[in-house]
């Protein structure tokens, strides 16, 4: 089974007349998506909350409200994200998302999050696709990967490199990187000598 994570917010333990606002993440805890998502992305949930719980809650047309952060592990799998984000927003109605990590992951749940008008900032997603989609509740918070590569190609070029080598991974954000970067190395001077 998929592990739940559930922040109790302080307030509310407290005795707080104000019902929490119950906001819903699926993220990678185990599997090879955890490294990213662990290091980048859950800590600054937990310690939002914590924060936004300990000045007193969000407020929510005027009334300071409890965070409840209800949290799931999706193994580092996209099926598994994306049936966990269905069941957060459909059947567990939570008042808002958090995205999962990774641009594959929100590549998946996008249209989900689109479909159930559940709005969704996305700040480990960088895909041209994900722009190219227009969907309206969906929204990207990173560089895109052509003026990426093209600013890693001019530091690359102004430190002197002569040569470079390039590792990415078959998926979604490496193939998308490494093809704006194959473009961006054009003309450069700068050598690729392993893909």
């Not at 530091?155 to 954000?173: I, Q």
């Amino acid at each position: 089974t998929v592990g739940t994570l559930a922040v109790a917010p302080q307030l509310w333990a407290q005795g707080s007349s104000a019902a929490p606002v119950r906001i819903g993440y699926a993220i990678a805890r185990t599997g090879p998506w955890a490294a990213g998502a662990q290091v980048s992305q859950e800590p600054n949930y937990l310690l939002w909350a914590e924060q936004v719980n300990a000045a007193g809650g969000l407020s929510v047309k005027g009334t300071k409200r409890p965070i409840e952060l209800i949290g799931y592990d999706d193994r580092s799998e996209t099926e598994t994200c994306v049936r966990t984000y269905e069941k957060l927003m459909g059947s567990d109605k939570v008042d808002l998302i958090l995205p999962p990590w990774g641009s594959n992951a929100n590549f998946a749940v996008a249209p989900l999050a689109n479909r159930f008008g559940y709005p969704m900032l996305a700040p480990t997603a960088l895909s041209r696709r994900l722009i190219e989609m227009k969907l309206p509740y969906f929204f990207l918070m990173l560089q895109q990967p052509k003026p990426m590569c093209d600013a890693l190609v001019d530091m690359l070029k102004a430190n002197g490199a002569k040569s470079a080598a390039v590792l990415y991974t078959d998926e979604l954000f490496g193939l998308e990187n490494y093809a704006a970067l194959k473009v961006a190395m054009q003309g450069s001077g700068i050598n690729l000598v392993e893909e």
